[in-house]
């Protein structure tokens, strides 16, 4: 008698995949550690019982996911990479672009990472964390006149700084996979605005906000100011029927 169940046919998994696993496991064990070598293509053919296309198309995808780098030339095996968020901004922008994932959705979780990293440092940064802010505040001012790129550079340095000071790699990570997104579908938009300056004199006046209650160690106030500043930022990048995401986060008293 029939449970009712359905299933699928099942895929056949190509020997590379295997390989690609096995490598990617070693590195996670931590068996495999960056800086360190894998064996030369000749020895990773006797080791697995593969051919030689079989391990050079897995070479290859462990290459593409950042994981590992060849050199053309080079006498020793691949060298295994440290991890990098490069990637992870690869994919969510491509979340975004193929309608996957919204641009509310996006600007959302970096207002959330972002309140959260500020509150964490409010209570958590050490003057030397808070003098690196000041210093990266300083840097965005004068660059106003430089123009748009300067001053986003500096403006990453603020967030950098701010997601060093909260403790927390994981927010780290995040923080700058998705800052890295949003920058890479709208830099253009902000960098052409007819209001560029003014738009930078704004965001310069919200970081100092932000600063001046991570320096008194309002963890509060410097989450609702930085999720404020983002929205106001970001927002007309978004459409307006999806702008109540983004308004769900700002305090009603901010709002």
Known sequence: ??????????????????????????????????????????????????????????LRVLESNGLVRSRPG??????????????????????????NMSMAELISFRMMLDGSASQLAARLRSEEELSAMERTLAVMSDAIEKG?????????????AVALASRNSLIEVCNHVVRGAVLSLISDKVAHATNSTELMRESLH???EVLEAIRVRDGLAAARLSRRSLYDYYAGYVPEDEQGLLMALVDDEDA
Do not use: C, W
Request: hydrophobic share 35%; net charge negative.
């Open 206 to 208: 919200h970081h100092q």
């Open 148 to 160: 748009y790129e300067e001053f986003s550079k500096a403006d990453v340095a603020f967030h950098e």
């Open 74 to 99: 080079d006498p020793n095996g691949p060298e295994i990479l440290p991890f990098s968020p490069a990637g992870l901004t690869k994919e969510m922008t491509r979340l975004v672009q193929f309608d």
């Open 1 to 58: 008698m029939s449970s009712g169940a359905q299933f699928r046919q099942v895929a056949p998994v190509r020997l590379y995949q295997r390989i690609v696993e096995q490598i990617e496991q070693a590195i996670t064990q931590g068996d495999l550690k960056p800086g360190q070598r894998l064996p030369s293509e000749r020895e990773l053919v006797t080791q697995f019982g593969a051919s030689r296309p079989t391990v050079r198309e897995a």
